[in-house]
């Protein structure tokens, strides 16, 4: 399974932008997707979860309802929305892919089997 984040970039607080994640080499609608950020000198992190069909979503605290998360499966692609941004947002962000149908696994880094290579995201004060 090959997955390809893009969309990331130098912004400003309190502005927007969204990440894709483009997924190729397995059926889609058959992974649970997630979205984990690791700053600088940090450990990766729980960002936000999408089930197969798009039905539930999970976020992490400290998102405060900024974030969305969606998927389009004919496009076999997860993107996440980010709004309010702010610099503490700052860090490479990666999109994973879960195989199986434990809906209850999902926040944990391994929870999941494969990897996209990050994009930068950057909030200036």
């Known amino acids: 399974v090959q997955l390809q984040a893009s969309g990331g970039g130098l912004v400003q607080a309190g502005e927007s932008l969204r990440l894709s994640c483009a997924v190729s080499g397995r059926t889609f609608s058959n992974l649970y997707m997630g979205w984990f950020r690791q700053a600088p000198a940090k450990q990766r992190e729980f960002v936000a979860a999408?089930?197969?069909?798009?039905?539930?979503?999970y976020f992490a605290d400290s998102i405060e309802g900024r974030f969305y998360i969606a998927r389009d499966n004919a496009k076999s692609t997860v993107y996440l929305q980010m709004n309010s941004l702010k610099p503490e947002d700052t860090a490479v962000y990666y999109c994973?892919?879960?195989?199986?149908?434990?809906?209850?696994?999902?926040?944990?880094?391994?929870?999941?089997?494969?990897w996209g290579q990050g994009t930068q995201v950057t909030v200036s004060s």
């Open positions: 999408i089930s197969w069909r798009g039905g539930y979503t």
């Open positions: 994973a892919a879960r195989r199986g149908y434990d809906s209850s696994r999902f926040a944990q880094t391994n929870d999941y089997n494969w």
